[in-house]
Nanobody, 121 residues
Framework: QVQLVESGGGLVRPGGSLRLSCAAS????????MGWYRQAPGKQRELVAD???????RYADSVKGRFTISRDDAWNTVYVQMNSLKPEDTAVYYC???????????????WGEGTQVTVSS
């Protein structure tokens, strides 16, 4: 069973930065893609960013230019660097791995437990 463990969440002031990390229990080179979702209170879960094994990225429009996804295959870890944080970025952030196609479209097979990010003054 694949395990994804997120870290790096916390409380940060507006305009600040955080870097989230996701450590996988297996070699991430074996995944076709990895990424990050988030869910804010009362809202649907949404894709933040993902990165395919070929290096292609997708970002939510709301984070383009502020967030950067990256990976370190040697450490089996995926990161998201979050800059210029806004209160609306407050959410639980989930690491995901292995993209699949379902009746609902592109989804992910494996999910971490999530890490809380709170942006507040």
């Amino acid at each position: 069973q694949v395990q994804l463990v997120e870290s790096g969440g916390g409380l940060v002031r507006p305009g600040g930065s955080l870097r989230l990390s996701c450590a996988a229990s297996e070699r991430i080179v074996g995944f076709n893609a990895m990424g990050w979702y988030r869910q804010a209170p009362g809202k649907q879960r949404e894709l933040v960013a993902d990165l395919t094994s070929g290096g292609r990225t997708r970002y939510a429009d709301s984070v383009k230019g502020r967030f950067t996804i990256s990976r370190d295959d040697a450490w089996n870890t995926v990161y998201v660097q979050m800059n210029s944080l806004k209160p609306e970025d407050t959410a639980v952030y989930y690491c995901v791995a292995e993209r699949i196609i379902t009746m609902r479209g592109l989804e992910y097979s494996y999910w971490g437990e999530g890490t809380q990010v709170t942006v507040s003054s």
